[in-house]
């Protein structure tokens, strides 16, 4: 068993919206397949990975060092301990080995979209979708059916702000979901504060309203937003400063809001840094985002970093809302995973094979990831390696 080719491109992933600092107009991002030896219906199995969204790509790592270093490995080296399947943590130290300590940053992306479609090779080996093979590994072994999802939007660049996002959230409402996040801190606190009204009048009773900040203020603005919205009863407020200024994450959680961040961390060590010096103990929702933090193996790391500071898995909610986070909540007992419908041109939404219903997605059936099943995005992927 060996790999064969490796191919990665950068595509333009067609957004025109705006969060409170960052235009995504520009915004591009990296998919791989990477193709085995291993034949199956005739054909080799091959594993597809994106780099989420709000980074640009990474084909440049990819390009001068990763995919040279894997395709030059012996493949011997790659397998599990019986021979039968590559072994991603193994692969993922051996890509490692001749990298410096810290700027994850700098390689993490590459390494996890990397990782991630090494993953969907293992479950697809293994004829299952990767939600199993991730829960019979590391999770209870037992199949879940639904999983907790709420939808994110609500971006700014809107002609009428306000209006548009009640159309937004009456379709959410409409296709089956309960709880949203929105963005804010972008515009002036009373037209924030219409957007939030408005978005609350329509979840349907019992559905929960999150902030995304974006990281748009210091300790002392952060503070004083907190203050002022916390009346409505906000189920969290998501990156309220820069993900390194743990004063300011502590300062704002100490208003009694609920606090959530971790999408722009890129590893175990930055995540137990931020935990240990933010100092919200239970106040906290994580959300890694695994092709951004070194994949699915990337993740363990980062639950077991949370274990150690008392993180429950019911308190991890994985960015990204696409199918590579919908498997590892599924099979690894997570919180819950977000949803983006429309934003994002082809990476937007989940397969076909997810339905959503009472603010829960059912599971994909395709062995791997299950991409196969995204038509719009399959045919970009599948181009690779034609």
Known sequence: MRITRVIERTIKVESKIRNARVDLSEMTATIVAVVTDVIQEGRPVVGYAFNSYGRYACGGPLRERFIPRLLATEPESFLDDEGTNLDPPRILASLLAREKAGGHAERSMALGTLDCALWDIVAKIECCPLYQVLSDRFGTGRSATTVPVYVGGGFYGAEDPVATLRDEVSRWVDAGYRDAKIKAGGVSLDLDRKR???????????????????????????????????????????????????????????????????????????????????????????????????????????????????????????????????????????????????????????????????????????????????????????????
């Open 196 to 386: 939030i009204e408005a978005a609350l009048d329509l979840l349907p009773s019992g559905g929960r309203l999150a902030l995304d900040l974006s990281c748009a203020f210091d300790a002392q603005a952060g503070v004083a937003f907190a203050k002022d919205v916390k009346p409505y009863g906000l189920w969290w407020l998501e990156e309220p400063c820069d993900p390194l200024d743990y004063d300011g994450y502590h300062a704002v959680g100490e208003t009694g809001v609920g606090i959530a961040g971790g999408e722009n961390l890129f590893g175990a060590r930055e995540f137990d840094n931020f935990l240990r010096y933010a100092r919200l103990g239970s106040n906290i929702v994580l959300q890694p985002d695994p092709p951004l933090a070194y994949g699915i193996t990337g993740l363990l790391d980062i639950l077991s970093t949370a274990q150690t500071h008392g993180v429950p898995h019911a308190s991890i909610y994985p960015h990204g809302g696409n199918l590579m986070s919908l498997h590892a909540v599924a099979g690894l007992g997570l919180g819950g995973v977000e949803a983006y419908l429309e934003q994002f041109g082809v990476f937007s939404g989940f397969s076909h094979e997810v339905r959503i219903a009472d603010g829960r997605a059912t599971l994909p059936a395709l062995p791997g990831i299950g991409f196969e099943a995204q038509p719009a995005l399959y045919a970009v992927m599948s181009d690779l390696i034609r």
